[in-house]
């Protein structure tokens, strides 16, 4: 359980922060780097949701599943696999996690018409923000990509990050009148 009563600890003046484990990082080390774009990531959810509380519970619902998964797939990032006994099962992704961004996934494309081009970011202001919670998860799936290829990490969890950007394209143009409104790519339109 998290109890945060001060909020303040100093602890990082030296430019550390410390891990699950208890291991002291630099701020700007990869793995530090990782989970910090993955919580970047929950932010830009948050200003999608300013546009969809109340009035597309469908939506919002999906998201608010999101959001609590990005604080564990935090968690499960800022807890590197370890011989240590820590005290306490570490919080990993699962692949129950990544079917449900699938089903999500299927369920709002079903009734999308395929696109004959690629989409431009904007449309509504909740399908415009989907774009940039699209493209901050692409860089955290990039940093995990790079993340793994240096420490072990889960695979659940570069999974779980693959689907989400595809899930917050299908839900940018389920917003944009499930595509009607979609702003489309015209190659060499200003030449």
Request: glycine share 6%.
């Amino acid at each position: 359980m998290v109890v945060l009563n001060k909020i303040y600890t100093k602890t990082g003046d030296d430019g550390t922060t410390a891990l699950g484990t208890g291991e002291r990082r630099p701020k700007n080390d990869l793995r530090v780097e990782t989970y910090g774009t993955v919580d970047e990531t929950n932010s830009v959810v948050g200003l999608v949701r300013l546009h969809t509380t109340g009035h597309l519970h469908e939506v919002d619902a999906v998201l608010n599943r999101v959001q609590n998964d990005l604080f564990d797939l935090g968690a499960d990032l800022a807890t590197p696999e370890s011989d240590k006994d820590l005290g306490y099962e570490p919080l990993r992704m699962t692949p129950q996690q990544v079917n449900a961004l699938e089903e999500a996934i299927d369920t709002f494309n079903a009734d999308l018409e395929p696109l004959r081009s690629f989409v431009l970011p904007g449309g509504s202001a909740a399908s415009a923000h989907l774009h940039l919670a699209r493209t901050v998860a692409r860089r955290a799936e990039r940093l995990m990509v790079h993340l793994s290829e240096v420490e072990k990490i889960n695979s659940c969890a570069v999974q779980y990050m693959n689907r989400l950007s595809d899930l917050f394209f299908v839900l940018s143009r389920f917003l944009n009148a499930k595509g009607e409104d979609d702003v489309l790519w015209v190659p060499g339109k200003n030449r």
